[in-house]
């Protein structure tokens, strides 16, 4: 009972000193994801394989955005880049 009662005690104290009031910094996690190359996942069925891989690989070398070598390339409109990526769709909530 006194090792759970601890382990309580430990938890109430780590929300109320640790957790509580956390938020996180939307603009960061934003451009985090903007620049992540795992969105070209969700265009793979839009681009195709080969120009998926491309489009990452030119993102690793030149340290730019898969969506905007997207729209650089012309490979989709920024409408339907912007349905494509919405965090909606990405999380599976869009109908």
Known sequence: HKSISHLEAACRTLTARCVRGITANTEHLR???EQSIGLV???N???GYT???AIAQEALATGKG???LVLEHNLLTAEQLEDLLSPQRLANLSK
Do not use: F, R
């Open 66 to 68: 898969v969506a905007e």
């Open 41 to 43: 996942t969700a265009l």
């Open 45 to 47: 069925p839009h681009l």
């Open 51 to 53: 120009t998926a891989t």
């Open 31 to 33: 451009l985090t994801v």
